[in-house]
């Protein structure tokens, strides 16, 4: 527990610290510089048809690399009904740990001419539904007399490394101090229900038997897998993945492709070991050949492409959520953000899932 658990959820907050302090840092240097604000007033008018407003850019394009540092690039915009705005629809960049499920999906589903163009669509649809979403919420739910967009650009000059290195420390240490913490609680709570209840009794003996391939001079890592896939199956996550099977069935998703999704709450690459361990390949990485063997036997295309829909929709981890708590200083606002994802990822899933098995659409491997 205190190995696998703690350390584990300590890891979880301190992996995100360099992409975080590295944000910050090239943030200063932009503001400093005087480059910001003409970068900001460059794309205003295009970011204001869609209910954003020029300094919402900057942290648009940081999502495709992590959510938890754009979010909080925007601090730099002043207006508070902009800045929620750009917060929420933040999640729909399509964040570097969504990338090893595509490159696992893809490359295993779709024959190698439709690879960069499945790959290209799956990033365009995060972004046309994040404007579409800035929209939407500018027109209801933060409806307001449009701001006049007025600003003083500095001149060019050259910033100081002591002033960089102040403003990185001290937004570096807020975030360790403040969404450090509840990243980690939440690391924990995920590894108990990874881990937990521990099975005790197996289908198979596997002592004996990796005992005896042992002693054969064999490989043990097939009854390894299987051994895990078992104990991962038997525990809360396995369990309640069964228990939603039911509820996720319509969107094209079994008990195992759910059960991963929870243990990718932590992390969006977490899936793919996940599904790695559930289909006794080990903690597969996206490059796994046995664990593309093993999807393509048992999902088709359009499953493929739901999984990836439904990861790009829906929340993209826990540390988000704990993100965006701390920046709007509301768990009410980071639950319902959850809540409004989730329901968007299943519908859109859904829909996809079902005309698809109606039409007959990518029922069938692309040759």
Not at 198 to 218: C, H, L, M, R
């Amino acid at each position: 527990m205190v190995i696998d658990g703690i350390i584990a959820g300590v890891g979880g907050v301190i992996v995100f610290l360099p992409n975080i302090l590295f944000l910050f840092f090239a943030i200063a240097i932009l503001e400093e510089s005087g480059y910001m604000s003409r970068a900001a007033f460059v794309m205003d008018g295009v970011m204001r048809k869609f209910g954003l407003q020029g300094k919402s850019f900057v942290p648009l394009v940081l999502g495709f690399g992590c959510t938890v540092p754009a979010i909080m690039a925007t601090r730099t915009i002043e207006s508070e009904r902009d800045r929620k705005i750009t917060i929420m629809v933040l999640p729909f960049m399509s964040c570097g740990a969504r990338l090893p499920i595509y490159a696992l999906i893809i490359p295993a589903f779709f024959a190698k001419q439709y690879q960069a163009f499945t790959m290209w669509m799956i990033y365009i649809i995060g972004v046309l539904v994040a404007l579409i979403a800035a929209r939407i919420m500018k027109s209801t739910l933060f409806k307001g007399d449009g701001e006049v967009y007025l600003m003083e650009l500095p001149p060019y000059r050259m910033p100081s490394f002591k002033s960089l290195m102040l403003h990185m420390w001290d937004r570096g240490r807020m975030y360790l101090q403040k969404a450090g913490t509840i990243i980690l609680l939440t690391s924990i709570v995920l590894y108990i229900c990874n881990t937990y209840p521990e099975k005790k009794d197996f289908s198979v003996d596997y002592d004996s038997k990796i005992t005896q391939v042992q002693k054969a001079g064999g490989d043990t890592s097939a009854l390894e897998n299987a051994r895990l896939s078992e104990k991962l199956e038997y525990t809360i996550s396995g369990r309640v993945g069964k228990a939603l099977e039911p509820f996720f069935a319509p969107i094209g998703f079994d008990w195992k492709i759910t059960t991963a999704s929870i243990g990718a709450l932590a992390a969006k690459e977490v899936f793919v070991a996940q599904m790695g361990i559930l289909y006794s390949e080990g903690e597969a990485d996206e490059e796994s050949e046995g664990l593309r063997a093993q999807l393509v036997k048992h999902y088709t295309p359009l499953q493929a492409f739901c999984i990836m829909l439904f990861c790009l929709l829906s929340i993209p981890c826990l540390a988000t959520l704990a993100i965006i708590k701390r920046e709007l200083n509301s768990w009410k606002m980071a639950f319902v953000e959850a809540g409004a994802l989730f329901a968007l990822a299943y519908v859109a899933t859904l829909i996809v899932y079902q005309l698809g098995t109606v039409l007959q659409i990518g029922t069938k491997m692309l040759q």
